[in-house]
């Protein structure tokens, strides 16, 4: 079983290497709540949110023709969960890498307790709280 020390290690591992990725590619959201969220936890460079009015197909084309690869950071519930293979389809239509793997780790160490990346601040200063040492 995982410790709340190794989870919150792992979580912020994780942020670092979204912000390492971010400097090449963009990081798909769903929403401007969850570009904040990552700029919270240190994402700041080229977090693209879907809320633009855009349809996938559009927006995936746009996205298609300045990258050529992209990480898909949608929220994991259930329509997160569909928007994510959307996505993936559509920019693999244009030929465009898709990595969800950094998803797939966040919903592992989340385990249940959060749904969203809005959430993910206030997750981590949880699991902060939680690994504190008394004074």
């Not at 559509?90 to 385990?111: H, P, Q, W, Y």
Request: aromatic share 4%.
């Amino acid at each position: 079983m995982i410790t709340a020390q190794e989870r919150l290690e792992k979580i912020l591992e994780l942020a670092s290497e979204l912000e390492h990725e971010s400097a090449t590619k963009p990081i798909i959201v769903e929403g401007l709540k969850d570009v904040e969220a990552l700029k919270k936890m240190g994402v700041r460079n080229n977090v693209t949110s879907l809320s633009k009015g855009l349809s996938i197909i559009r927006f995936c084309e746009d996205v298609s023709r300045q990258f050529r690869s992209v990480v898909v950071l949608t929220d994991w519930d259930r329509k997160g969960g569909k928007l994510a293979r959307m996505l993936k389809d559509a920019f693999e239509t244009n030929g465009v890498k898709v990595d969800l793997d950094l998803r797939a780790k966040l919903v592992i160490l989340s385990k249940k307790e959060i749904k969203d990346i809005e959430g993910l601040p206030a997750f981590v200063e949880r699991l902060r709280r939680m690994t504190e040492k008394p004074r």
